[in-house]
Nanobody
Framework: QLQLVESGGGLVQAGGSLRLSCAVS????????MGWFRQAAGKEREFVAS????????TYLDSVKGRFTISRDNAKNTVSLQMNSLKSEDTAVYYC??????????????????WGQGTLVTVSS
């Protein structure tokens, strides 16, 4: 069973930055596309970004393009989300996810192979 553990959430002022990390238990991380999702209070969970198993393909939610960057290090079994120029509307619980299908699949479904427990990001205005 693939296990994902997020870290790096916290409280930050608008305009600031945070870096989320996702540690993956499986040494075959390179077999999985990885993604980040978020869920704000009272809202449905939404796709934020995903990256292909090799790291060559990335896709983002329009509202985070140019501000967020997803990356992965298969040798260290980690996936990261660098978040810059944060806005109050970025406040949410952020979840890491993994799936054997292409990274683009994560834009269309959240029925994925594995999920982390989430980490809270709060952006104060």
């Amino acid at each position: 069973q693939l296990q994902l553990v997020e870290s790096g959430g916290g409280l930050v002022q608008a305009g600031g930055s945070l870096r989320l990390s996702c540690a993956v238990s499986d040494r075959t991380l390179s077999n999985y596309a990885m993604g980040w999702f978020r869920q704000a209070a009272g809202k449905e969970r939404e796709f934020v970004a995903s990256i292909s198993s090799s790291g060559t393909f990335k896709t983002y939610l329009d509202s985070v393009k140019g501000r967020f960057t997803i990356s992965r290090d298969n040798a260290k079994n980690t996936v990261s989300l660098q978040m810059n120029s944060l806005k109050s509307e970025d406040t949410a619980v952020y979840y890491c996810a993994a799936d054997r299908r292409p990274a683009s699949t994560m834009r269309a479904t959240d029925a994925l192979d594995a999920w982390g427990q989430g980490t809270l990001v709060t952006v104060s205005s």
